[in-house]
């Protein structure tokens, strides 16, 4: 089963992180998935903005980039929004 959209979780005002996005959001569309982001990192990668909770609901994977904080932060929401 191939996935048809991901959505990407970035570390704020990191640009090691925004960097590696743009190669995910190449990677994925050129096997045509499609990228969604928070609203705040959407616009500099060209991509939908979702709000964090819009995201957890629509994608079928999240790809966090960062640090622990952030896959911490990332994984607790996903539990928040789990029934």
Do not use: Y
């Not at 090691?16 to 096997?31: E, K, L, N, S, T």
């Not at 616009?43 to 980039?65: C, H, N, P, Q, T």
């Not at 904080?69 to 929004?81: E, I, N, P, Y």
Request: overall charge negative.
């Amino acid at each position: 089963m191939q996935m048809a959209n991901i959505g990407l979780v970035l570390k704020r005002d990191a640009q090691h992180a925004r960097d590696a996005a743009r190669a995910v959001v190449d990677w994925c569309r050129g096997q045509g998935v499609e990228v969604f982001a928070e609203t705040e990192a959407a616009a500099a990668l060209g991509v939908e903005a979702l709000s964090k909770v819009e995201m957890f609901e629509r994608v079928d994977a999240i790809v966090v980039l960062g640090g622990d904080g952030t896959l911490l932060w990332a994984s607790h929401t996903v539990d928040d929004q789990t029934p």
